[in-house]
């Protein structure tokens, strides 16, 4: 039993010496392990030095304005009477055309015979024979004189339309003046002036007046009667005076009453006779304008009959002129046709022998499309010339940031300049490049000096030389959303070892050429910065150098 306890006790001390001791292994190289799992980087210190911010790119030379040498028929070529790079003077022997029919001439031929035919079967429709006369001998008038006329005529109609409207519209006034006056007449009455309750009022007054004048009369004889009594009652006196007395106010009353009605009578009836004399009056002055007003319309009428026969004369002119037009026209339109056909069937055939291609243009040639026996295509260029001193171009692609570092203007220096006498090139345009327009432009240059079109050239164009305190590689320049940056390595030292970690640095590029860029920003310029690493690596991340 002691045994087996003793034998336990010396596993558990071995395995605890082999746990210690793999501990111990794994702490001293605990170090090494990490840096392995971490993205190794390639680095390289900021240094100062020069910077030529160039662009350089390889074009072809081609011509900046070249002369397409066309013929306008289908022809076999005999001969080829220049080469590429020969000099010509306008007038030059390009090419020997062998002798025969174009296809040209013979479609030409074919429309003729098709013109001739219709023309034929035109004046055999029945047209009259004194148009065909006309139009064949050459007496009738061209289309501009044809619509010249037509235009003259139709002016004149116009103008016989307008005269005609304003006498219609002077007709039409005088008849409504007349409409007017007679309305008015007819509606302008002697005055009828109701006079009955005026008069009915001074009755009822006179009436009132009689009786108070009876009463009063029978008064005066009871007063007296009364009076001549002796011995009479004085109360009976006294009631027969006082009878005579309001008697006698009774009538004085109702005579102002009937001499007021009389009056307000008399003011009416002098109101109707005056109403009476201005409605004669009105109605004499209106039926005086009457006459006048007659007469007037029957000058219109008589101007508007002579209008209206001018228009009518005017229009009969226009509408038979114009019906003559399409006739005529349409045979000289055919006739001309004919004619002008001819011209061109009669020059074809002058060329169906002995016809060659000339330059039209002093130049060099540049080009040469066709060969002995082969057949030209009409309108399609057979050779094209370079014009005597007219310049050339030259075109590469950039990316869009290389372009922004160059101008219209700009001079471009050719590379192996000594291969060459006296080129000169400049940059012409800057557009986006077609292939890939979203991130490359298109750089043209003009050329001038002795060049010839299809040649290779190498151009560099950009800002001149210059030195700058910090430069960098141009893989260590990273970019975001928040600019340009670089990643510079950063040491820091630890119980076990030294570490190294990325960090981000904001940088401004202040020029760039193929391999480096000039930077400004918050470095001292002895910084490594790094320039490729095995894993992506981002600000703030652990690193390793190589070994």
């Known amino acids: 039993m002691n045994e087996e306890n003793r034998k336990k006790r010396e596993w558990v001390k071995s395995a605890a010496i082999v746990f210690l001791s793999i501990m111990l292994v794994l702490t001293f190289f605990s170090n090494t392990i990490m840096n392995y799992s971490l993205p190794e980087v390639a680095t390289q210190m900021i240094t100062s030095g020069t910077i030529t911010a160039k662009i350089r790119g390889t074009g072809v030379v081609e011509s900046g ?21 020969d000099t010509v003077e306008i007038g030059d022997v390009l090419l020997y055309l062998e002798d025969e029919e174009s296809a040209e001439l013979v479609e030409a031929e074919k429309l003729l015979k098709t013109l001739q035919d219709d023309y034929d079967k035109t004046i055999l429709t029945g047209l009259d024979a004194a148009m065909i006369n006309r139009v064949e001998s050459g007496k009738v008038s061209s289309t501009e004189e044809y619509l010249k006329k037509m235009n003259a005529l139709k002016s004149a109609m116009d103008k016989a339309e307008t005269e005609m409207e304003t006498a219609q519209k002077l007709v039409n006034d005088a008849q409504a003046w007349i409409n007017a006056l007679e309305l008015q007449i007819s509606i302008t009455v002697p005055a009828n002036v109701d006079t009955s309750s005026q008069k009915k009022a001074l009755n009822e007054a006179q009436t009132n007046l009689d ?48 001499s007021k009605r009389q009056s307000d009578l008399n003011t009416v009836e002098m109101k109707a006779e005056n109403a009476q004399i201005e409605s004669e009056r009105l109605i004499n002055s209106l039926s005086a304008q009457l006459p006048n007003a007659k007469l007037d319309l029957n000058k219109a009428n008589k101007e508007l009959e002579e209008k209206t026969e001018k228009y009518n004369a005017s229009k009969t002119a226009y509408e038979e002129y114009v019906a003559l037009i399409p006739a005529e026209l349409d045979l000289v339109s055919k006739l001309e046709a004919i004619e002008k056909q001819e011209e061109v069937v009669e020059k074809l055939r002058s060329q169906a022998i002995g016809a060659t291609v000339t330059a039209g243009i002093a130049g060099t040639i540049t080009s040469i499309n066709v060969v002995a026996g082969e057949t030209t295509t009409a309108g399609s260029a057979v050779a094209v010339i370079q014009p005597a001193g007219k310049g050339y171009t030259l075109s590469f692609s950039v990316t869009n940031e290389q372009a922004k570092r160059v101008s219209v203007g700009d001079p471009a220096d050719l590379v192996n300049s000594w291969w060459y006498s006296d080129v000169q090139a400049t940059v012409a345009s800057i557009r986006p490049d077609t292939s890939n327009p979203t991130k ?51 040491q820091k030292s630890s119980p076990l070892g030294n570490r190294f970690k990325a960090t981000r640095v904001d940088v401004d590029v202040l020029a760039a050429d193929e391999t480096q860029s000039a930077i400004t920003g918050a470095v001292y310029g002895w910084e490594d910065v790094i320039t490729t690493s095995t894993k992506p690596v981002e600000a703030g991340q652990l690193i390793r150098l190589p070994d």
């Open 440 to 490: 490359n432009k298109l750089l043209t240059f003009n050329l001038t000096g002795e060049l010839t079109a299809g040649q290779s050239l190498t151009l560099s164009v950009g800002q001149k030389s210059a030195t700058y305190d910090m430069i960098v590689p141009n893989s260590a320049i990273r970019e975001d959303n928040n600019g340009k940056f670089i990643l510079i390595v950063e």
């Open 211 to 258: 009786n108070a004048e009876i009463r009063l009369d029978l008064a005066q004889a009871a007063y007296e009667k009364a009076a001549q009594v002796s011995g009479s009652d004085p109360a009976k006196l006294l009631e027969a005076e006082n009878e005579l007395a309001a008697a006698k106010t009774e009538k004085e009353k109702w005579e102002t009453e009937v």
């Open 65 to 85: 304005d070249p002369y397409n040498v066309e013929i306008k028929e289908s022809r076999k070529v005999e001969s080829v009477a220049v080469h590429v790079g």
